[in-house]
Structure formats: C-alpha cells, structure tokens
C-alpha cells in the first residue's frame, strides 16, 4: 500500500482496494485489526468477492480440507501441495469417465468461464500451500471464526468497529464461499456502511467461486458493479 500510495499521491492519502476470496479475508481482517487498535486503516472504500471471516454456518466445500488439518499439523508438514493435486486432477475431471467432474462445479458454473481459461486457471493458477496457512485458514471453519495464529484475536468479534465503506459480493452457486457464508461477515458490519450484492438468477447465469473474476460476464455485470461503488467512494 505504501508503495502504491508513493506512486499515486491521492490527493486523500487513501486507497481503494479489491480483493477475491482470500484476498477479501485479508481486507476483512484489516478492517478489524485496524477497528480494534483505532487506526485508519488508508482506504476509502473496499470490495469483497467471495469473502467472509466465518464459514461455520455454511455448506462451504472447504471443509473438503479439514482432514487434511491435523495430518499436516501432527507430521509437521511444511507445505500442502494443491497445486499438483489439481494438476493431477485435471484429466478426470475433463476427460471420460470424468471421475472428478463434480470439482468444476467448485471452480466455475456451467458454460460461465471459455474452456482454455478454465484450463489454464486449474493448470496455472494454484501454489502449495504453506501449512501454517492452511491451519489458520481451518479457524475460520469453526465456532468463532477466523483468528489470527495465536488463536486469541478473532477478526469477526471487532469488523463492527470499522468505518470504511464496504461492498460485498457472492456469488450465487459458490460452493467454496457460499452467500450465507458472506452474509455471516455483512451482518456484522454497521449496516449504513455496507452493500451486499449477489449474482446470479434462478433460471440462469449463475456465478461459482471464479466466475465473479473470470466468467464471460464478469466484465459487463460485475466489474461494473464494484467500478460504479469504489467511483462513488473516492472522490479524490
């Protein structure tokens, strides 16, 4: 941030910022720990996709990784490497007898995102992932929802303090962060300070976990959507 702003110069000194599924948490959990300490936190606005600090309550497919939590934890596994695993995966999901078919599911709808991006985001787009994070990230399946890795500040107890306009966007067949999932981090954020939003119709499109940044209407419908709201919260 402070290198953006070196280059920027905003004539208020404040950012706007956009972040995507963990890049939402990041930016909820900013707010929060800059609520708590009663720090401006140097944003005008912000946009979450696909984000929330509390996953509990939902039907996410992350829990798909919980059993992965305590192995890596008891045999002090330094990373876990999701990328080759969907690397792997890729052939059963795309070819007969698609064995593993229903994982696009999670990663886009149906005919939403063109085969060669598809593609290349499974093939491309996913690192190992550090342990440590993934033990973290495991927080914000429980109870109190996500914590730092103490396990004594939970972000979701302080994002009310915050005072920076927020929009928050779902999707609305997200299996990874359903909308109940955004909607559990939108209710505790002053209501005069945020917007939720939600894609996607019953009869059609609808929106996966990738389909609010990748999708073929992701430009005209969403990109839209979150332009108009950051343009109507920064002025300078």
């Known amino acids: 941030m402070a290198y953006i702003k070196a280059h920027t110069q905003p004539e208020d000194g404040k950012l706007v910022a956009v972040g995507h599924s963990m890049g939402g948490v990041l930016l909820y959990s900013m707010l929060s720990r800059y609520g708590f300490e009663g720090k401006d936190p140097g944003l005008a606005a912000i946009v979450t996709l696909a984000s929330s600090l509390d996953y509990a309550s939902s039907k996410t497919s992350l829990k798909l990784l919980l059993p992965l939590v305590d ?20 052939p059963l999901t795309s070819r007969a007898p698609y ?55 939970f972000y979701k107890d302080h994002i009310h303090k915050t005072n920076i306009p927020v929009l928050a966007i779902a999707g609305d067949r997200d299996a990874i962060c359903p909308p109940e999932a955004v909607r559990e981090t939108v209710k505790l954020i002053p209501e005069k300070l945020v917007t939720y939003k939600l894609f996607g119709e019953p009869d ?26 950051l343009s109507d919260h920064d002025q300078k």
């Open 71 to 90: 192995p890596a934890q008891a045999l002090n596994v330094p990373i876990v490497p999701l990328g080759a695993i969907l690397t792997a995966a890729y």
């Open 99 to 153: 064995v593993l078919s229903w994982l696009n599911q999670m990663i886009s709808a149906q005919d939403m995102m063109h085969p060669d991006l598809f593609k290349r985001l499974i093939l491309n787009s996913f690192c190992s992932i550090p342990a440590k994070l993934l033990l973290q990230l495991a927080s914000a399946l429980r109870e109190h929802g996500l914590s730092d890795r103490s396990g004594i500040f």
């Open 204 to 229: 059609g499109p609808h929106y996966a976990h990738y389909d609010l940044v990748g999708g073929r209407l992701a430009v005209d419908e969403v990109y839209q959507c979150v332009v108009q709201f």
